[in-house]
């Protein structure tokens, strides 16, 4: 079965980091911008960074300066940086294709936790 894997989550003090990552499998990886999204507590999923197959990054306002997104295509990976991260960033984190609309199925995400 088609299944996105994210990994990397964990709990951190305020302005601290993490490197989230996640497997795609071909069909959804190949020639397709990829980006990672965002869900807090109670809230909808929101996106947070998009990566285009040749490598061109764009970020959301609140994300911008301290998280980098970047992708490996030989592994049909993703991956997300996290630096000075905030109580504002908890929450799930999926990766999936950009636009959202395109996307047929969503992995488990993995969960982002600062606490100060």
């Known amino acids: 079965q088609v299944q996105l894997v994210e990994s990397g989550g964990g709990m951190v003090e305020a302005g601290g980091s993490l490197t989230l990552s996640c497997t795609v499998p071909d069909n959804i990886f190949s020639g397709n911008a990829m980006a990672w999204y965002h869900q807090a507590p109670g809230k909808q999923r929101n996106l947070v960074a998009v990566?285009?197959?040749?490598?061109?990054?764009r970020y959301e306002v609140p994300v911008e300066g301290r998280f980098t997104i970047s992708r490996d295509n030989a592994r049909n990976m993703v991956f997300l940086q996290m630096i000075n991260l905030k109580p504002e960033d908890i929450g799930r984190y999926y990766c999936n294709r950009y636009p959202a609309w395109l996307a047929t199925v969503w992995g488990q995400g993995t969960q982002v936790t600062v606490f100060s």
């Open positions: 990566v285009t197959t040749a490598g061109d990054t």
